[in-house]
Each structure stands twice: as C-alpha cells, then as structure tokens.
C-alpha cells in the first residue's frame, strides 16, 4: 500500500459524520450500561446482540485515531506524531487518576453512609476501607479495576502502544493485522493478560485481546476503502450478515424471556451465552463486522439525516468523545448513587438517565463552544475590543 493510497484513504473518511455517530452512540451506551439496575439500558446494544457499546467503541476509537494521526505520521514523522499520541494518552491516564479517586472517596462514603458495604464487592474496590492506601497504589498501576474503569484502563494501553502499531500499519498493513489476530488468539488459549489486584482477579477488558478491534479499525481507516468497498457490493455477504443479526438477536432474547428460550436448543443457547467479554469473544468480533457492513452500506458517508436535529447531540459527543467518554464514567456512579440511595422507581430510573445524557451532552455542546473561541481571530468582533482595552492599559 503506498503513502499517496492511505492519504486518500484517509481524505476520504476525514469528514465522515458515521464515525463521530458511533462514537458518540457507544458514548450514550455505555453511560446507560454503566447505570446498574437502570430499565432505559434494556434499549441499548448489548441486548440485541452479541457485542455492545464497548466493542463499537473500541473499533470506531481505532478507525479514528489512524484518521486523526496517519496523515501527521506521513508528513511530520514518527517523533511528533508519537508524542502526540503519548500526549493523549497521559491525558487519558490523568482522567483515570481524577475518576479512581473519585471512586475512592464516593464509594466509602455512600458504603458508611448508608451502611451499603455491598457496593465495595460491586464496584470491585475490595480492601477500601481496610487498607485504601494499597488499593490507590494498585489504581495508579491499572492494577485495580473499579467498576466501569475499565474500559478507559484499556484505552490507555491501547493508546499507549498506538505509535508502534500504527507506524507499522503505515508500513506493513497486512502483516500487522495479521501479528494483532496471532496476539488475540495467543491470549485467548494461553490466559495472557494484565497482572490485576487483588492477586487472582481477572482482567475484565483485557487488551491483548481487545487490541484486535482497535487495530482492525485503524487498518480499515488507513488501507480498507477498497476492500469494504469490495465488500459492501457482495450481495450474499449481506444478506449472511443480516441473518447472523437475526441468529443473535434470538439467542439474547432467549436468554432473558423463557418462553422464547425453552424454543431454542440447550446446546445452542449455551454455546453462546453468557458471552465471553473479558476476552472478546469471537462472536462478539463477528456481530460487530456485520453492523459495520450493514449501516456502512445502508447509511452512507453525505447522509443528511447526521445534520438533523435529533442526531446532532450525539455527533457532538462522539466529536468530542475523549471528555464525554470521562464525564460519562462519573456521571455512571453519580446515577447509582442516586438510585441506591432513594425510591428506586421507573420513573426515577428514566430521570436520571435522561439527565445524565442531557448533562453528557451539554458538557460536549460546551467545548466545542468553547474551542470555537479560541479558534477566532484576534482582529474580530468583542474580542478585538477587549484587545484592545487591554493593550491601552
């Protein structure tokens, strides 16, 4: 593949809106998934087939980032456009650290102030109140996993070892998404993975299997036009695609309603579910594939209906998806903490996941304003005046 192909490649997908949508779709997921017990997260991914938000983020953060620093690897090299991944990354990382002390301190609080103990075993901070000062060392090293953290732990691996995968994306496409397979089987027969605390606990994400999905969505945004292209033309693909959406979404209501699972085959229900998450299944990849094939090719890249009012919120999370993606994981615990802690009605469930995503959103709506200012000429309008006042004192 040569460097004038993955240029156009990706001047081709640069403005494409589906990506920002994704992202800020798995964004309003996986902050509804975050609330537990919660009746509005029964309308969201993970109930309609095998993979969820977190595997559409993972795939369309992957696609983005090969998007957003291909191009300055190709032209400014690899030192800059590595620092600034690392940079991102950091940022990534500092969240975490604001996010985990938050857990900390809100956890204990909520656990003594209304004699909850349960939701330390619940959001997976076992030794809090004994010993908090190991459980924050074993945070600062990703070691310990709180409840919906980990998916930005392995954000920050991911990012972390991008400027190597995608310098050898530029290089050898084919052979590195072959070496990322070869990676995700490895880990998946061998049990490799992360060290975790305490010492036994699993890795809920781990990311030497769920690396194939980001790198799988940085290779199609750097080399794949074509070949979705290809793809997306092949009839039968298509309609094998939409059956195994039907195929999944049967089995997952099959799981939950027993008038429709007592229909099913025992040996079928029980070779897909419970679905393997901490390690990616390979059913999970599949039914990813399959939505990206179908809404790629139903859904094209000029739709109008992404400049609509109703989309427009979620474009705008997904545009500014790194601080929604924080804010969301607080917002999570916060919602919790307001069910658990009160008349755990429908209504109240609906309440607060509606203004949870409004909150979401309006944090989105606000950096992008406020990047717009500091995007503004000098010489212009209010700002030009106040310049102005300023330099004659």
């Not at 994306?169 to 060290?195: D, E, H, K």
């Amino acid at each position: 593949m040569t460097t004038a192909t993955v240029k156009a490649n990706i001047a081709a997908h640069s403005r494409d809106l589906r990506i920002d949508f994704a992202r800020g779709l798995a964004n309003w997921f996986m902050l509804l998934d975050h609330i537990p017990d919660n009746v509005v997260n029964l309308l969201t991914m993970r109930n309609f087939g095998f993979s969820g938000a977190v595997d559409l983020f993972a795939f369309a953060s992957g696609y983005g980032a090969a998007l957003m620093f291909g191009s300055m690897m190709l032209e400014r090299g690899f030192v800059i456009a590595a620092s600034r991944i690392l940079k991102r990354a950091s940022q990534l990382y500092a969240a975490h650290l604001v996010l985990f002390v938050i857990y900390i301190n809100a956890i204990s609080w909520a656990a003594a102030q209304y004699a909850a103990t349960d939701i330390i075993e619940q959001y997976h901070v076992i030794g809090i109140l004994h010993d908090p000062v190991r459980v924050l060392m074993h945070g600062l090293m990703l070691e310990s996993r709180p409840l919906n953290l980990d998916a930005l732990q392995m954000a920050i691996v991911l990012l972390a070892i991008f400027p190597l995968v995608l310098a050898s994306l530029l290089r050898w496409p084919n052979l590195t998404m072959a070496g990322s397979v070869a990676l995700y089987l490895a880990a998946r027969q061998f049990n490799i993975g992360l060290p975790a605390y305490p010492a036994g606990s699993g890795v809920y994400l781990n990311p030497f299997c769920w690396q194939v999905l980001f790198v799988l969505g940085s290779y199609l945004a750097l080399n794949g036009r074509k070949l979705v292209g290809a793809l997306q033309e092949l009839r039968t693909l298509r309609l094998l695609a939409m059956a195994y959406l039907v195929f999944s979404l049967l089995i997952m209501v099959g799981a939950e309603v027993p008038a429709i699972g007592a229909l099913l085959p025992d040996v079928l229900v029980n070779s897909f579910i419970p679905i393997d998450r901490e390690n990616l299944g390979p059913s999970r990849i599949l039914h990813l594939l399959c939505v990206a094939l179908l809404f790629s090719y139903f859904v094209p890249a000029d739709w109008k209906g992404f400049h609509s009012r109703f989309l427009l919120p979620i474009i705008k999370c997904g545009d500014e998806w790194l601080a929604c993606f924080c804010v969301g994981i607080f917002l999570a615990l916060a919602g919790h903490m307001v069910l658990i802690t009160s008349q755990h009605t429908v209504l109240l469930q609906v309440l607060v996941s509606v203004t949870a995503l409004a909150l979401m959103t309006a944090v989105a709506y606000y950096i992008s304003w406020s990047r717009e200012q500091d995007r503004l000429p000098r010489g212009s309008g209010v700002r030009a005046k106040e310049d102005h006042a300023i330099a004659e004192r």
